[in-house]
């Protein structure tokens, strides 16, 4: 197994600089959600341990959290090509052939993003029409998935312009040099 490489060129028109800003801004946010949530579970442990009282709901709040954290992050890997790849397949194919599985397999990927994105939307419409709520804290359970969004729907464009910058590449170009890169 391998992960996708980074090298590469990028053309203009790619949108490149955009997206991976965007990117980064995201896993920023990803990564401050979870040094949060780090430091909430430390002090609830610390409270849990030495005081006999944790912080209550802190369970809840990292489960919550996690998922947004995974959404955060997802456009930053998908953007670096960082998914892991099986060359099984792929390790003796013309570049051509492995551009093509490349396209292929980028768009599945951006098909069920697509997918995840339209359902978690669903469920946070559904979620705030019902006013459900956590148990322990009563937090509006729409929350989390609503901030999910921007970085599935990231993902997506993503997956859009990588597909397209693949199958768009010369036919003599390797699948390396045809991707989006940072």
Do not use: K
Not at 38 to 63: N, Y
Not at 110 to 139: D, K, P
Not at 145 to 150: E, G, H, K, R, T
């Amino acid at each position: 197994m391998t992960t996708g490489s980074d090298t590469g060129t990028r053309r203009p028109e790619d949108g490149g600089r955009l997206l991976r800003r965007l990117c980064d801004f995201n896993a920023a946010i990803g990564g401050l959600v979870l040094v949060a949530m780090a430091g909430m579970t430390t002090v609830s442990v610390v409270g849990r341990a030495f005081f006999a009282h944790p912080i209550l709901g802190d369970v809840e709040l990292v489960q919550l959290g996690s998922a947004v954290v995974v959404a955060c992050f997802l456009p930053y890997t998908q953007f670096r090509r960082g998914n892991l790849i099986v060359d099984f397949f792929t390790t003796n194919a013309s570049a051509g052939a492995q551009r093509r599985m490349d396209a292929f397999g980028t768009l599945l990927y951006t098909l069920v993003m697509a997918l995840v994105l339209w359902r978690v939307g669903a469920g946070a419409l559904a979620m705030h029409a019902s006013q459900e709520s956590s148990m322990l804290m009563s937090l509006p359970l729409w929350w989390p998935y609503a901030l999910m969004l921007p970085g599935l729907a990231l993902c997506v464009l993503i997956g859009l312009q990588q597909t397209l910058g693949l199958l768009r590449a010369p036919a003599g170009e390797t699948a390396q040099t045809a991707e989006v890169t940072p």
